[in-house]
C-alpha cells in the first residue's frame, strides 16, 4: 500500500467514525421533544437547549412562559456538561469553599454552571454533546434532562 493509498485510507476511517457520531440536529431535535414531553408532564415550562462536542449550539427550544434566565441557563448547563464532560449536578459539592474546584464556576466567562440540569450525550463510547434544561426546580430539570436522552 502506498503512502497516499494509506492516508486516504486513515481519511476515510476517521470522516465514517466522526459521522456515526456525530450530533446531528435530528437527534436534537428527538431531545428536544422528549424532554418537553416530561416538561408538560410534570408541569413546567422550561428552556432546552442542545450542543455539540465543542459547546456549540444546536437547537435551542423556549417553552410557552418559561423564564427569561432559562435561556442562559439552559445553555451554560449544556455548555458545562459536555465542557467537564459530567452532569452538571455533580459539581455543586465540588465548588464549595475549601473544595477541589472552588472558584471553578468563575472561569469560562461566567459560562460554567453547577446547578443540576446539564447531562452530556455519549454515542459509541463518545461525547458528543450535551443538553441542558432550566425553568424548574433542580430536581425538576434534573428530572427533565435525564428523560431527555434518546437512543438514535
Given at each position: 500500500m502506498t503512502d497516499k493509498e494509506m492516508i486516504n485510507r486513515?481519511?476515510?476511517?476517521?470522516?465514517t467514525s466522526?459521522?456515526?457520531?456525530?450530533?446531528?440536529?435530528?437527534?436534537?431535535?428527538?431531545?428536544?421533544?422528549?424532554?418537553e414531553e416530561k416538561a408538560e408532564e410534570i408541569k413546567v415550562a422550561t428552556v432546552i437547549t442542545v450542543v455539540d462536542e465543542g459547546g456549540?449550539?444546536?437547537?435551542?427550544?423556549r417553552m410557552d412562559d418559561s423564564l427569561l434566565i432559562s435561556l442562559s441557563?439552559?445553555?451554560?448547563?449544556?455548555?458545562?456538561?459536555?465542557?467537564?464532560?459530567?452532569?452538571?449536578?455533580?459539581?455543586?459539592?465540588?465548588v464549595l469553599?475549601?473544595?477541589?474546584?472552588?472558584?471553578?464556576?468563575?472561569?469560562?466567562?461566567?459560562?460554567?454552571?453547577?446547578f443540576g440540569g446539564g447531562i452530556p450525550i455519549i454515542k459509541n463510547g463518545r461525547f458528543i454533546g450535551a443538553v441542558g434544561v432550566s425553568g424548574g426546580t433542580i430536581e425538576?430539570?434534573?428530572?427533565?434532562?435525564?428523560?431527555?436522552?434518546?437512543?438514535?
Open positions: 486513515i481519511t476515510e476511517n476517521l470522516i466522526i459521522n456515526n457520531s456525530a450530533l446531528t440536529l435530528k437527534i436534537a431535535k428527538k431531545i428536544i421533544q422528549k424532554a456549540n449550539l444546536v437547537a435551542v427550544h441557563a439552559s445553555f451554560n448547563k449544556a455548555y458545562t456538561a459536555i465542557a467537564l464532560k459530567m452532569p452538571t449536578e455533580k459539581l455543586y459539592d465540588l469553599p475549601g473544595k477541589p474546584f472552588y472558584g471553578l464556576e468563575s472561569i469560562e466567562s461566567g459560562k460554567i454552571c453547577v425538576q430539570d434534573i428530572l427533565i434532562a435525564n428523560s431527555a436522552i434518546v437512543e438514535d
